[in-house]
């Protein structure tokens, strides 16, 4: 990586989990990336934790499995990690170092930037606006995704998020502009891998995807290197080349855990459930790579997609995310046990930046009334479920009944979805009315009289209307 | 201290081989980039400093120089509607990524103030007084003081004119002066004398000032899990409170929420002044993504800005969001430099480290003798939503008001999601005191009115649950409607609906009695034998829709609609 041949250290003190420690060494600076060659003549890379005068602690990307303390050789690049960055990437599958897994060449560019990217200049950031649509009407009526946001899925094992994240990535667009998805996989099983990369394949021949590929079984610490270099590609295609980047990360989970093996390894005091106390700000410097700048034409966009052990939302893991991000998206194993996908829980979701990508001159003009009003539904149809449950259904007013008929169709016509299905904003809204049109016109109370009179398509007596018509 | 150098690199905690000439809480700079940081452990022969910067390519045997004193800021004009990081750097004049390394000056030495000396030669000065005066922004006088130290005889003065930061405008006691001073951030500026508090910050937030007030000069913190509302809040208190000086801290937080208060402060117009927002607040912007060891610097630099206003006269407000981060940032550098953590990895120090930022706030009489505040309120981030975590502990010991968010108020959209039952306001009695010589003696009366109300209907409601609201006594289905008319039609309060963002303190108490009254009206009814069904039938929106129908200083607009409203709930009674 050097021009001039870097010394080789050989005195390796001691190993510890996924680090070693080199002796003598000098002028070795903190965050270097080293290269470690092994007696098999394998090449192994890491980077500097530590560094006490003539000791240097390296943490290895690829893990210290096989290696010995007497037989392996260490040289430093002297300078942090860098990637290539660049169009290169788009159409390329890689692993998770960025190394091609597609039998095509190495990707290569004249740029190089460092992994750890520099924080944005909050004082340059333009404030995130237009929608980046996702064809998911759960999505896009509901909790609308904003171009520079971040908006994680928050999701139990078991559930199709995968599935959704795939085809997000798949569908997503941003109305005639150039735009590219950045996929990065953390930690998924070779299965997983196989059908995410099948659903995003139409999307690689157009040239507009970068992947990349971090296995369950691949080495824990690049899976910590792995969304950085993802971001670090996007960042140069949002802001160096003006597209709307939309970065899919699946699963934080997986990267999360590997942060708290890493620490553990390096004997830190953990703090909540094992997680090191940086945890926050660790997960923040990937999810604050997301954004807009003044003056640029791109944008960097998140959709991490997490899941939350045993379902639990105060888990450290969603919960220090939900501090980061603007918003979530909340998948319900109950919705799913009824039979409904994407099961998305309409209460739980939140895009905080919604009404900087929606309404009148972004989607629709109405869009945020009725999304306002599907919420407000959804509030009561659940107050009138819990009251079913103690008196019975028989024993509810008219009008409870008619809130328990609109989450009923709600749920059927505008949620479920299949994963092959992209709907536009106006199927998306038109679904949106045909529920609030079970309702009488005087419990639509978000709904300004004006909107109420153009878009209020009240049910013909015999049943709920098509929403498809 | 020359001869320094870097012994060992561990993240932004790094080891120096000489202690010797250095002290603690002293600047240093480190490395070829000169990388700023801050002496906070020292031995006899080893010096343990925080780096306020990204440290990748830091070597041991790299050089370190020292500033020969503890971290100071430049205060003086040109800070109000500026952005600056946590060390006072301006974030304006720096390109869209931030690059280490950089040591811009705070204040422009370009801009011309006009500066009107209000002393004359040979008169005496003391630390703190007026030197003169010079209209910093359309809304602020900015007064320049003699800085903390000198004083003296004035020598001589420039006469009325334009004048840069870097210019001598007077001699005091051998010492020239210029408009700007140095400030070392940890440590509180001078007072005449602390003062109880004594007036409200009116925020404009409802169901802070009815409810849950704070007292100018006092402290609030508001703990909350994410997406409760606690930066909403917070921003609203900043654009819409009534103080002079808004001192913004995003510390650990978003870049895209300055982006957004930085748009809207610009655009909005301070109601009282007609000026823009961006006239009265000074940003200061650690974001999480930037270096952590800054955070710990930001909150103090914030409270030495609010501070140095403070002693102009002015009555400042810092907003701390979140004060978690600033701890976080605490318990990292404890456990790098290997301290023994106490509760849940925080340093032992951190209850002391709270109560000292959250004193620094006062009602004061400044040197100058002018009354003057500094109120500090701060968001408190607790993990899980968890309350009894140590950070939101140690807080709610040390802060006057306690505004608690609830996370079934925000998932039921109820904003703010303040809890009437786990929040807290120390400053109430002594407010009530106050209202009542200001011309409103029933405050206290109808606030604890209105919390017996709220708790009230708490409890009907669980029994509601049981048995079905029908079932219930007529006056108990009263109370679960009223407590419903004053959720909806008082408490809740949007961020987004103009007519909406703030209430003036004559509309809230307009609305708030309109409440009450319908409320003590239709128990006389219901007690004058009016079936509940006839009271169920009338219909109360337009209680609902008056907080937003009318202007935020629509006390007259609502008082309106409280006499047509009352005229017909009095007409039920006709017609029984
Ligand atoms: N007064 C309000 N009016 C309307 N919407 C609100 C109000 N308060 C909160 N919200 C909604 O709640 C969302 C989250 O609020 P906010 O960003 O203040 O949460 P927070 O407590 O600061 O969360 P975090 O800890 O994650 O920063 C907002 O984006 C907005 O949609
Ligand atoms: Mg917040």
Redesign the interface.
């Known amino acids: 990586m050097s021009s001039q041949a870097p010394i080789e250290y050989r005195a390796i003190g001691s190993i510890r989990g996924p680090l070693i420690v080199v002796q003598d060494v000098d002028g070795v600076g903190w965050d270097e990336v080293a290269e470690i060659r092994l007696s098999t003549g394998e090449l192994r890379h890491g980077t500097v934790l530590d560094v006490d005068r003539d000791l240097a602690v390296v943490e290895v990307l690829e893990g210290t499995a096989g290696m010995r303390l007497d037989s392996a050789r260490v040289a430093f690049s002297g300078s942090p990690m860098q990637v290539p960055v660049g169009e290169g990437w788009l159409g390329r599958a890689c692993n998770g170092r960025g190394e091609p897994i597609d039998g095509g060449p190495p990707i290569t560019g004249g740029e190089r930037r460092p992994v750890a990217g520099t924080p944005i200049n909050p004082a340059q950031r333009a404030a995130p606006n237009e929608a980046i649509l996702t064809g998911v009407s759960a999505i896009d009526g509901l909790a609308t995704l904003v171009r520079g946001q971040k908006l994680p899925v928050f999701s139990v094992g078991g559930l199709p998020h995968l599935e959704l994240a795939a085809q997000i990535a798949a569908q997503a667009h941003v109305a005639g502009e150039p735009f590219a998805i950045v996929f990065a996989a953390l930690g998924l099983p070779h299965a997983d891998v196989h059908s995410v990369r099948s659903v995003l394949e139409r999307r690689a021949q157009l040239g507009d995807l970068a992947l990349f590929i971090n296995t369950a079984d691949d080495p824990v610490v690049e899976r910590i290197v792995t969304p950085r270099v993802a971001l670090t590609v996007a960042e140069h295609l949002a802001f160096e080349r003006g597209r709307h980047v939309l970065v899919v990360i699946a699963d934080l989970t997986n990267y999360c855990e590997a942060v708290r093996q890493v620490s553990a390894a390096r004997g830190e005091i953990p703090s909540r459930r094992g997680y090191p106390g940086y945890l926050y700000s660790d997960l923040a410097s990937l999810l604050e790579r997301a954004g807009r700048i003044k003056g640029l034409p791109g944008s960097l966009t998140q959709l991490p997609v997490l899941t939350m052990p045993a379902g639990d939302i105060t888990h450290p893991v969603p919960d220090v995310t939900g501090y980061i991000t603007e918003g979530q998206l909340v998948l319900s194993p109950e919705l799913y046990a009824r039979g409904i996908s994407p099961p998305l829980d309409a209460l739980g979701s939140l895009s905080r930046l919604m009404r900087h990508g929606a309404g009148p001159g972004l989607t629709r003009e109405d869009h945020l009334e009725i999304s306002a009003q599907l919420y407000g539904i959804a509030a009561r149809a659940r107050q009138a479920a819990d009251l079913a449950e103690v008196v019975g259904e028989d024993a509810l007013s008219d009008a409870d009944r008619s809130y328990l008929r609109a989450r009923t169709t709600f749920e059927r016509e505008f949620l479920t979805q299949s994963f092959g299905e992209a709907r536009s904003v106006e199927q998306t809204l038109d679904r949106a009315w045909a529920v609030a049109s079970l309702l009488a016109p005087e419990e639509l109370s978000m709904i300004s009289p004006p909107t109420l009179e153009a878009r209020y398509r009240p049910a013909s007596r015999d049943g709920a209307p098509d929403p498809t018509r | 201290m020359s001869g320094a150098v870097v012994?060992?690199?561990?993240?932004p905690v790094v080891?120096l081989s000489a202690g010797e000439g250095l002290a603690m809480r002293d600047l240093v700079f480190v490395g070829p980039e000169q990388l700023p940081g801050e002496v906070i452990a020292l031995e006899a022969t080893r010096a343990i400093v925080q780096i306020y910067e990204?440290?990748?390519?830091?070597?041991?045997?790299d050089r370190v120089h020292g500033s020969g004193g503890p971290l100071t800021v430049e205060l003086g004009p040109g800070l109000l509607g500026g952005?600056f990081d946590g060390v006072l750097r301006p974030?304006?004049s720096?390109?869209?990524?931030?690059?280490r390394g950089g040591a811009s000056r705070t204040l422009s030495e370009e801009r011309n103030w006009r500066f009107v000396p209000t002393i004359g030669i040979g008169d005496l000065v003391t630390s703190g007084s007026k030197l003169g005066t010079l209209p910093e922004s359309a809304a602020i006088d900015h007064h320049v003081l003699v800085p903390i130290g000198v004083e003296g005889r004035v020598e001589w003065i420039v006469p009325e004119g334009d004048y840069h930061v870097g210019d001598v405008v007077a001699r005091v006691g051998g010492h020239e002066l210029g408009l700007s001073q140095r400030w070392p951030v940890h440590r509180p500026r001078p007072v005449s004398a602390r003062l109880p508090p004594a007036e409200p910050l009116v925020t404009g937030q409802r169901v802070l000032d009815l409810l849950f007030p704070v007292a100018r000069g006092s402290t609030a913190a508001i703990p909350g899990?994410?997406?409760t509302g606690k930066t909403v809040a917070l921003q609203q208190i900043a654009k819409w409170c009534d103080a002079a000086v808004i001192v913004y801290v995003?510390c650990?937080e978003?870049?895209?929420e300055?982006?957004?208060v930085?748009?809207e402060f610009e655009a909005l117009k301070d109601p009282r002044t007609g000026q823009s927002l961006l006239d009265r607040t000074v940003l200061i912007?650690n974001?999480?993504?930037?270096p952590?060891m800054a955070r710990e610097a930001s909150v103090y630099t914030g409270v030495a800005v609010a501070e140095y206003y403070r002693d102009m006269g002015h009555d400042a407000v810092v907003i701390a969001d979140s004060t978690s981060?600033w701890a976080?940032a605490l318990?990292?550098l404890a456990?790098r430099t290997g301290e023994l953590?106490a509760e849940?990895?925080y340093p032992a120090g951190l209850s002391s480290a709270l109560a000292n930022f959250y004193e620094r706030a006062g009602r004061v009489r400044t040197l100058d003798g002018a009354i003057a505040s500094v109120t500090v309120l701060g968001a408190v981030?607790p993990?899980?939503?968890?309350l009894t975590e140590p950070v939101t502990s140690h807080t709610r010991r040390f802060v006057r008001a306690v505004w608690s968010l609830d996370r079934d108020l925000a998932?039921?959209?109820h904003y703010p999601a303040v809890s009437w039952r786990d929040s807290s306001a120390r400053d109430s009695d002594g407010l009530a005191t106050w209202q009542a010589e200001h011309g409103d003696p029933g405050w206290g009366e109808r606030r604890t009115q209105t919390l017996r109300l709220l708790t009230d209907a708490d409890r009907v409601e669980s029994i509601a649950?049981?048995v079905?609201a029908d079932s219930l006594p007529a006056s108990e289905r009263l109370t679960l409607r009223v407590a419903r008319l004053l959720r909806e039609g008082v408490l809740q309060q949007s961020a987004?609906l103009p007519g909406d963002e703030y209430t003036t303190p004559a509309k809230q108490r307009a609305l708030l009695e309109l409440v009450l009254e319908v409320h003590a009206r239709m128990q006389a009814l219901l007690e004058g034998g009016t079936p509940i069904a006839r009271l169920d039938a009338f219909d109360l929106s337009p209680v609902v829709s008056a907080r937003f129908e009318t202007t935020p200083e629509g006390a007259a607009e609502v008082n309106q609609i409280a006499t047509e409203l009352i005229g017909a709930l009095d007409s039920l009674e006709g017609r029984r």
């Open positions: 012994t060992r690199v561990n993240g080891e990204y440290t990748g390519g830091l070597r041991p045997g952005v974030l304006h720096v390109g869209p990524h931030i690059e899990g994410f997406g995003g650990g978003r870049g895209n300055l982006a957004d930085l748009q912007a974001t999480s993504n930037m952590v981060r976080e318990r990292e456990s953590p849940e990895g981030s993990p899980g939503g968890d998932y039921a959209r649950q049981l079905g987004v």
